[in-house]
């Protein structure tokens, strides 16, 4: 297991853009998938970006092309940049570790989460 702890939520206007940052403990954060996840009023949380262990990414439909997740083993560190924000991207975003080399899209492949960091997108 490793613990998550997240960073970088704010306000924003539509059109702008936030970093979203997650540091992870423990030793063996390079052999985790990481991912990034969202859970918005009322809706079950959904899956956004994930990162293997050797940077390769897959990302949802709705965030394609306007975020982007990286990873650097050296600082135990997996950010999510999310430029071009709209109001549909206000939510209560989360880190999650993987104990696996390969990345998953579903929530229950993430046995590591952080605590959660809101991100709102004003119109």
């Known amino acids: 297991q490793v613990q998550l702890v997240e960073s970088g939520g704010g306000l924003v206007q539509a059109g702008g853009s936030l970093r979203l940052s997650c540091a992870a403990s423990g030793r063996t954060f390079s052999s985790y998938a990481m991912g990034w996840f969202r859970q918005a009023p009322g809706k079950e949380r959904e899956f956004v970006a994930v990162?293997?262990?050797?940077?390769?990414?897959i990302y949802s439909s709705s965030v394609k092309g306007r975020f982007t997740i990286s990873r650097d083993n050296a600082k135990n560190t997996v950010d999510l940049q999310m430029n071009s924000l709209k109001p549909e991207d206000t939510a209560v975003y989360y880190c999650a570790a993987r104990n696996s080399v390969w990345p998953s899209t579903a929530r229950a492949d993430f046995g590591s989460w952080g605590q959660g960091t809101q991100v709102t997108v004003s119109s």
């Open positions: 990162t293997s262990r050797s940077g390769g990414s």
